[in-house]
């Protein structure tokens, strides 16, 4: 009667803690260097060996699954977007600086105005 599903053991966070646990301890490792190693490379490679394997094993939870799949979606979608053309792209940037210089001169008006009147009002 106390049968554990599939869903329950995909979602234990044992492995989503080993992952963490070892990407710490890469990281413990290349900073504290507790192996007394000689080279950075040695270190660095260390480092890099540990990354990869907490990612291998975070990729085999169920979080890591998710992600999987929220990137690959993401690649799906990303393929739907129409990007603007060069001519576009170059007319919409030229807008927007004039907009921005247009704004910044009215600024300085409201600015200088705002000024002289606080100067007329403190003399």
Known sequence: MNK????QVKDSP??????ILIAVASF???YLDPLGLVTTL???LLLLVGIVFAGFIFFKTSQGKRLNVFIKETKIELRKVVWPTRPETFKT???IMVAVIVVAIFLWIVDTLFSWMV?????
């Open 28 to 30: 413990a490792a290349f």
């Open 93 to 95: 940037t030229g807008m």
């Open 42 to 44: 040695y270190k660095v």
């Open 119 to 123: 100067q007329l009002l403190t003399n």
């Open 4 to 7: 554990i599903t599939e869903g």
């Open 14 to 19: 044992l492995g989503m803690i080993l992952s």
